[in-house]
């Protein structure tokens, strides 16, 4: 039941991300949240305040990048939840081509409800690959 419950609120948070609106995903965020996107890429770091997280997702909705949710998997009690969040990531070029089509994992910590902690995990190399994409046909979105 709190995996469906999740799921559904997770869809609903990417939904909304996808459509340009990043306040439901930021207003799961702790205060203190810790934020770690792994690999050597522009994307790559650890995000440590809710402005460092924003800043994250608006470069995330600004370059086009969508991302689903296909299965959640939580447990725990509500002031120490975990959460695992399988889906795929993908942009499309102007053209339609799709330029960059990704698997992720995300792995979250949860306290009452708010993001404490999470890390996604992925192919770094296709993030690298996007990266390369951008710099040789849309230089403007990787500032």
């Known amino acids: 039941m709190v995996s469906w419950v999740m799921k559904q609120l997770?869809?609903?948070v990417m939904a909304r991300t996808r459509a340009g609106d990043i306040r439901p995903t930021l207003a799961l965020d702790a205060p203190d949240l810790t934020?770690?996107?792994?690999g050597r890429n522009s994307w790559s770091g650890t995000y440590r305040t809710r402005d460092d997280h924003r800043q994250w997702l608006e470069r995330l909705v600004r370059v086009g990048v969508k991302t689903d949710v296909d299965e959640v998997v939580?447990?725990?009690?509500p002031?120490?939840?975990?959460?695992?969040?399988?889906?795929?990531?993908w942009r499309?070029?102007?053209?339609?081509?799709?330029?960059?089509d990704?698997?992720?994992v995300i792995w979250a910590k949860l306290r009452w409800g708010r993001l404490k902690a999470y890390e996604v995990y992925e192919d770094?190399?296709?993030a690298q690959a996007l990266d390369e994409y951008l710099t040789?046909?849309?230089?403007?979105?990787m500032a």
């Not at 934020?35 to 792994?38: D, I, K, S």
């Not at 939580?74 to 009690?77: I, K, S, V, Y």
């Not at 002031?79 to 990531?89: E, K, L, Q, V």
């Not at 040789?136 to 979105?141: D, S, W």
């Open 74 to 77: 939580a447990g725990g009690w």
């Open 10 to 12: 997770i869809s609903l």
């Open 35 to 38: 934020f770690v996107f792994p």
């Open 136 to 141: 040789a046909h849309e230089p403007a979105l």
């Open 124 to 126: 770094t190399e296709k």
């Open 92 to 100: 499309d070029a102007p053209s339609g081509e799709r330029v960059y």
């Open 79 to 89: 002031w120490n939840m975990t959460a695992c969040i399988r889906g795929r990531s």
């Open 102 to 104: 990704n698997r992720y």
